[in-house]
């Protein structure tokens, strides 16, 4: 063996120069082979062969000509992000000088108000989710109960104690509907549910360091779980760890999940359903798996809503999620979507109040005195308390039945009807109003999606694999049964009839985007894309 090793590292000579040249470049070769057979691995041959090809594209362009690429990207977002509508409004940079009577501010905004409401109501566009109600009268007691607490600040319990009250019925009812008892079962209102997830999170490893000393926390997801898992992560320093799911079924397996666990993994994270395919993990298996192991169950039924604990009361074949299932130790579920409150209300639940504590914040060293807070927020708005609380003891759960009948009729005709047009299919088996279609063959489903957008669709794209999805709401059922299905045929038409109308089109431009094999170009693209959102209509550069 060393006779081999010796003519190995003398085959570019035998001085120590040639050796440490001739050992270097033997290291490189090493590591530049375990990378590509690594990446072959994760990302397959054909990915990371378009990935090296890229790479010479980007040294062939240079940075100018790199640039230059970003730089028609910003103009493609800001073609999308600035209709001709807000570019014709005057651009308020600096404050007024004098004060602008109420009666102008409110003649303007109710004008675009207007304007807005036709992008989602079916006059102009139809939304896929974003919208989860928008009813006249259920919006008008909403809006009238915020106005009333519009002031109130739930930092200040002792101030507004009535807004205390109405916030602590929301956890007991949302708690209850879950299947948990207020009294043992805790949770904590949030502003939506990336804070519900990242206070989960948060919890997790403040209690996995007290209990179990662990300083280098490890959290399972999968890598169909929401971003907002990721971003929590990155924010409390939790090392994230994403596991494959079935290639068939979307759903995570309980047998890879268990591959991934180890003696840092404080949690582990399911879906209910999850959002591209709006399939449902195996919340009993992974139950099973935290027991085992006596870690924590993450529910994430922020998109499930109040509309899966109601369809469960409606005899749907739904397994089990929340409370009932042992190992279940917190769930998420955002008021603000399927609980038809106005944006700005989620709860996160823990299985007990110990959990809980391990969310909250406390300081006591600084010169303010005594300061806590049991989210990440701290003056918080009393109206939208108010606005949640009202809207759900208006609906009541006959309310939500009824609403989710009308969902619910609308997403079998969408199901049936997409599995009866060649080409397509329903991605898995959605348990609720999320439809993810995907292609069965050469049909290109981001084309399809940008055909859908001339009549008047605005779906979501996904990926890993391509698939486009509808998020039926209340706001979008009645026209999505009568319409969506004819639309989608026409479409898939649309596309195989006339081919080179959508090679450059806004679905063709998403497939190259998330077809990047290079993380940085889609994070720099995504960040010129989030510049516009933030910028001025009339910013040239």
């Known amino acids: ?146 106005a009333l607490f519009s002031i109130a600040n ?56 007290q209990s179990k000393s662990i300083y280098h926390p490890e959290l399972i997801v999968a890598q169909s779980a929401h971003s907002a898992f990721m971003k929590a992560c990155e924010m409390f320093e939790v090392q ?70 109601t369809l469960q009361r409606m005899g749907y074949e739904i397994p089990p999620f929340d409370f009932r299932v042992p190992g279940v130790t917190s769930i998420s579920a955002d008021t603000h979507k399927f609980g038809y409150c106005q944006k700005g209300t989620s709860v996160v639940m823990f299985r007990d109040n110990a959990l809980r504590r391990h969310a909250y914040f406390t300081e006591s060293q600084s010169s303010i005195g005594l300061y806590c807070t049991p989210t990440i927020q701290g003056s918080r708005s009393g109206g939208v308390i108010a606005s949640a609380w009202a809207c759900m003891m208006h609906m009541g759960e006959e309310g939500y039945q009824r609403e989710a009948k009308l969902i619910m009729d609308a997403v079998s005709a969408i199901k049936q009807g997409v599995d009866a047009i060649d080409g397509l299919c329903v991605a898995g088996n959605p348990v609720m109003s999320v439809v993810g279609i995907v292609s069965t063959g050469a049909l290109d489903v981001y084309h399809v999606s940008s055909a859908m957008s001339k009549r008047g669709w605005t779906l979501n794209n996904c990926k890993d694999p391509p698939c486009a999805h509808i998020c039926v709401t209340r706001a979008n059922c009645m026209l999505a049964k009568a319409k969506f299905v004819e639309d989608l045929r026409e479409s898939v038409a649309d596309v195989e009839q006339n081919p080179k109308d959508y090679e450059k089109c806004d679905g063709a431009m998403y497939g190259v985007m998330v077809a990047l094999p290079d993380t940085s170009a889609q994070s720099d693209i995504m960040h010129e894309y989030l510049d516009v959102m933030l910028g001025l209509v009339d910013e040239t550069k």
């Open 154 to 209: 739930p930092l200040h319990p002792d101030v507004f104690p009535f807004t205390r009250k109405m916030e602590s019925e929301i956890l007991a009812m949302t708690v209850s509907y879950f299947n948990g008892n207020p009294y043992k079962q805790r949770g904590l209102v949030t502003n939506g549910g990336t804070e519900s997830i990242s206070m989960a999170v948060r919890a997790y490893k403040n209690w996995a360091l």
């Open 1 to 146: 063996m060393e006779r081999f090793v010796d003519r190995v590292i003398t085959i570019g000579g035998t001085s120590p120069r040639q050796v440490a040249k001739t050992v270097l470049l033997l290291f490189l070769f090493g590591y530049a082979t375990g990378r590509f057979t690594r990446s072959v691995l994760r990302h397959g041959l054909r990915r990371t062969l378009y990935y090296a090809v890229f790479l010479a594209w980007k040294q062939y362009k240079g940075d100018s000509g790199y640039q230059q690429e970003m730089t028609e990207a910003r103009q493609s977002f800001r073609h999308s992000l600035y209709p001709e509508a807000v570019k014709n409004t005057a651009v308020n940079k600096t404050l007024p000088t004098k004060s602008v009577p109420s009666h102008e501010i409110l003649k303007t905004i109710e004008k675009w108000s207007q304007y807005e409401e036709e992008l989602w109501n079916g006059k102009k566009r139809q939304s896929s989710g974003a919208v989860y109600h928008g009813g006249k009268t259920l919006s008008q007691l909403q809006n009238q109960a915020y």
């Open 240 to 309: 994230c760890i994403v596991v494959p799911v079935d290639a068939n079924t979307f759903t995570v397996k309980s047998a890879t999940v268990r591959r991934y666990i180890t003696a840092n993994t404080i949690a582990i994270v399911g879906s209910a359903p999850q959002y591209a395919q709006g399939v449902l993990d195996p919340i009993l298996e992974l139950s099973k798996l935290a027991l085992e192991y006596q870690i924590g169950l993450h529910v994430d039924c922020c998109l499930g809503s109040l509309l899966m604990p």
